[in-house]
T-cell receptor, first 116, second 113 residues
Framework: GAVVSQHPSRVICKSGTSVKIECRSLDFQATTMFWYRQFPKQSLMLMATSNEGSKATYEQGVEKDKFLINHASLTLSTLTVTSAHPEDSSFYIC????????????FGQGTRLTVV | TQLLEQSPQFLSIQEGENLTVYCNSSSVFSSLQWYRQEPGEGPVLLVTVVTGGEVKKLKRLTFQFGDARKDSSLHITAAQPGDTGLYLCAGAVSSGSARQLTFGSGTQLTVLP
């Protein structure tokens, strides 16, 4: 099956710094990628949807200047958490879809972000 | 806004028991998926149901999609400790150029040996 790789799997950073998380589709072209945030024992909350070559669409309540998303190629999307604070600590997951009519999105393994 | 309510939120049972997890919505979905997620990992797709009334079986797991495509259930027979995990249902709606998933609230299942 299709593989989506997220990097890093874990990151610890200091308050005020920025952290970049990468999401790569390894064996297919992902026209659309989704970024989710998940708190412990809770469900996934969609943060934004990004289409290759265009600006991401953010869900209500998600600050686009705080969570910068770039989808510059059909195999790579990045999420940058800018000026991170402890409350940004969470599990971030990406998924990738091949586009129109596709029922399935493939999930990365997630990134555990801890801001200290 | 499509909302998916899962119940129960937490479930702890003994090995060998049966259980059912429910996923309900007031919205209609074009398809519905069930995932299982373990701590520190991404969700893993178990099944996709598409047709109202559809029933799919995956070994000891039985998935059903409601006739109106608003609800679904997951039944596990003779649960094993390896079934422990966070179970998530997700409804798919067509959104522009891609299918966007709306996730349920999740059911944390613990199967005790």
């Amino acid at each position: 099956g299709a593989v989506v790789s997220q990097h890093p799997s874990r990151v610890i950073c200091k308050s005020g710094t920025s952290v970049k998380i990468e999401c790569r589709s390894l064996d297919f072209q992902a026209t659309t990628m989704f970024w989710y945030r998940q708190f412990p024992k809770q469900s996934l909350m969609l943060m934004a949807t990004s289409n290759e070559g265009s600006k991401a669409t953010y869900e209500q309540g998600v600050e686009k200047d705080k969570f910068l998303i770039n989808h510059a190629s059909l195999t790579l999307s990045t999420l940058t958490v800018t000026s991170a604070h402890p409350e940004d600590s969470s599990f971030y997951i990406c998924s990738a879809s091949t586009g129109v009519g596709q029922r399935r999105a493939f999930f990365g393994q997630g990134t555990r972000l801890t801001v200290v | 806004t499509q909302l998916l309510e899962q119940s129960p939120q937490f479930l702890s049972i003994q090995e060998g028991e049966n259980l059912t997890v429910y996923c309900n919505s007031s919205s209609v979905f074009s398809s519905l998926q069930w995932y299982r997620q373990e701590p520190g990992e991404g969700p893993v797709l178990l099944v996709t149901v598409v047709t109202g009334g559809e029933v799919k079986k995956l070994k000891r797991l039985t998935f059903q999609f409601g006739d109106a495509r608003k609800d679904s259930s997951l039944h596990i027979t003779a649960a094993q400790p390896g079934d422990t995990g966070l179970y998530l249902c997700a409804g798919a709606v067509s959104s522009g150029s891609a299918r966007q998933l709306t996730f349920g609230s999740g059911t944390q299942l613990t199967v005790l040996p």
